[in-house]
């Protein structure tokens, strides 16, 4: 589902990340742990196509990050480590208006939106303004931007950055029961 061969990535004469290499299989779940600085949002970025590596070669689904960039996003959901969010919009109306970006039918834009927020446990907030939202709430509202188009990959980029002790035990089990259905490389900083 996911194979890195070789990667490198260079920012001008600093090496962020060099000669990587893995493959995950179908909904497997997988975490790149390191410290702030260490590469991880590099690699992640590369994936979901933000980023061009310097060298080797990344494929989701079979896809070419470098070759068939377009193919690979209808297969991703990405959740970058500041994602944005429009304060305004309610949890509902905003997971429909990205669902309508993400290329779902305008017919089952709705439905779509309801089943992500099913899946991320959103429906006592479906109505709420983000800006009202708890960090918890708004992160999980993240993850389900991510899921809204039912991609076959997930990549999470700090998922659990910010979050209380409760709302990281919540986030965990929130991942964890993505298993099987999506593949998921997250990163974090902590264990």
Do not use: C
Request: overall charge positive; aromatic content about 6%.
């Amino acid at each position: 589902m996911i194979e890195v061969r070789s990667v490198s990535k260079w920012y001008g004469e600093k090496r962020a990340v060099s000669n990587l290499s893995f493959h995950i299989q179908k909904g497997e779940i997988v975490g790149l742990l390191g410290l702030n600085g260490a590469g991880k949002s590099t690699i992640l970025k590369t994936l979901g196509t933000l980023l061009q590596p310097s060298e080797g070669e990344a494929f989701i689904a079979g896809y070419s990050v470098r070759q068939q960039a377009k193919e690979v996003r209808k297969r991703i959901g990405y959740l970058p480590d500041t994602p944005p969010l429009y304060e305004e919009m309610s949890v509902l109306s905003y997971l429909t208006f990205v669902a309508k970006l993400k290329g779902v039918p305008s017919s089952r834009g709705r439905a779509a939106a309801m089943e992500a927020m099913g899946k991320t446990r959103l429906e006592s907030v479906r109505d709420k303004k983000l800006g009202e939202l708890s960090h918890g709430f708004k992160q999980r509202t993240n993850i389900a931007q991510a899921l809204v188009h039912n991609p076959d990959v997930l990549i999470l980029d700090e998922p659990i950055n910010g979050l209380d002790p409760i709302q990281i035990v919540e986030m965990r089990d929130l991942i964890v029961s993505l298993r099987g259905e999506h593949t998921v490389m997250l990163s974090s900083h902590i264990l």
